[in-house]
């Protein structure tokens, strides 16, 4: 009796290493410095261009750094139909798929956990770490990969529509409220803060900050948790699954059957509808466009320039054939775990020991203000030719 034909796994696209390696880069930038450099010269518009899009908003809007949790977030969702598919096709039930799943969020959680606890006297129970949020979410992003894509939209409007009213509903702050007592100045309110309808949406007073100062404060803490600096919040995990459902759903697009520019044509309009959307909700007083506690619009509007740099990725790499180009990227994107935790924990132990085997002056090349800059350049080659290193020897970090 003949046995079944296996089944066939399904291609891998460059595209998608891509993108994951263009937004790990943009993270391990941070080591660049450009603000340092921008405050030494005050009067370039240059290097205060590079400082702005290498900082995050300080509330409402957006600026590229802003944009790299979201796609981290988003090619999770991408990479879900792909990897289910190889799983199968392998054999792999699922159930075990499933409860591999549930572990690999366990995982994702704690390990965002020990990134933040590092340097600390005890342990620091925070869930605001992108790792974190990731796995908070990533057993019911799993769960939906298996659903239909029309269950993936209906549970992508609940999650936001039902967000949105939860902080709609949560009654604004009493009369006097003591913004100093939770890390908000008056002169950060009279430069950022919301007023109207969007106070539900406030800094440290809104509906995840009442629920991180009960929930925070289940942990063991050298002090009781009063407010997060940021005004990030582990609840913002809710709306981040709903950035991973985007990418599921944009996942699924590139595993279909249409004509590559057919595929193309569809991430741009989602883009487009996306951008849109999310903002609009913004300038029309709905939901603020708020990253930091992930608002439904920051959904939406980071989704759709999500979708957009997929597009571009997809056309260019995939379709058109430019990959050389590429190539930085995709050593990087294949490693992406490995490239967030080398970022994380070496990169001190990296700038030490350049300077101390080339000199504490060598990066002073162009003088004092420009240090920074050229220190950032040696410690991301160092990064990236240990990833290097790891892919020419197909070594990728895995949970």
């Known amino acids: 009796m003949s046995q079944p034909a296996p089944k066939e796994l399904p291609p891998r696209l460059n595209s998608l290493d891509a993108y994951r390696g263009f937004v790990m880069f943009l993270m391990m930038g941070e080591v660049f410095h450009f603000c340092r450099v921008a405050r030494a010269l005050p009067e370039s518009g240059f290097w205060h261009f590079l400082c702005h899009h290498q900082s995050h908003a300080a509330w409402t809007g957006c600026s590229l750094h802003d944009l ?10 991408v990479a879900l139909p792909f990897s289910i598919a190889s799983r199968a096709a392998r054999g792999q039930s699922q159930l075990l798929m499933s409860l591999h799943a549930f572990w690999r969020a366990l995982v994702l959680i704690l390990l965002g956990v020990f990134l933040r606890s590092l ?91 009442a629920f991180d100062t009960w929930w925070m404060n289940l942990f063991p803490r050298k002090s009781p948790f009063l407010d997060n600096g940021g005004g990030y919040s582990t609840l913002s995990f809710i709306p981040t699954l709903g950035t991973m459902i985007l990418g599921l759903i944009a996942g699924s697009v590139m595993r279909s059957a249409p004509a590559p520019w057919a595929k193309v044509k569809w991430l741009v309009i989602a883009g487009f509808i996306g951008v849109a959307s999310g903002w609009l909700c913004g300038a ?46 995709t050593v990087i994107g294949m490693n992406s775990i490995a490239a967030y935790c080398i970022a994380h924990l070496f990169d001190g132990f990296i700038l030490a020991n350049l300077k101390t085997n080339l000199g504490q002056d060598f990066f002073k090349l162009l003088g004092d203000v420009y240090e920074p ?11 990236w030719l240990i990833l290097y290193w790891m892919y020419r020897r197909k070594l990728f970090l895995r949970i």
């Open 284 to 329: 029309l007083g709905i939901c603020p466009v708020v990253k930091r506690i992930w608002t439904p619009s920051w959904t939406l509007f980071s989704g759709g320039w999500c979708f957009l740099l997929l597009a571009g990725f997809y056309a260019v790499v995939d379709i058109i054939g430019l990959r050389r180009w590429a190539f930085p990227l």
């Open 68 to 77: 790299i949790q979201p796609s981290f977030s988003f090619m999770v969702g």
């Open 119 to 209: 340097g600390a006297q005890q342990t620091n129970w925070t869930f605001e770490d992108t790792l974190s949020q990731i796995g908070l979410g990533y057993g019911f992003l799993f769960l939906l990969g298996f659903r239909p894509v029309r269950d993936q939209w209906i549970a992508l409007a609940l999650l936001l529509v039902g967000y949105w009213a939860a902080f709609a509903l949560y009654p604004l702050p009493a009369a006097g409220f003591d913004y100093a007592k939770v890390g908000v100045s008056e002169n950060w309110l009279g430069e950022f803060g919301l007023t109207g309808f969007a106070t539900h949406w406030q800094k440290n007073s809104n509906l995840a900050w």
């Open 373 to 383: 800059f050229f220190l950032g350049a040696a410690i991301m080659l160092v990064f």
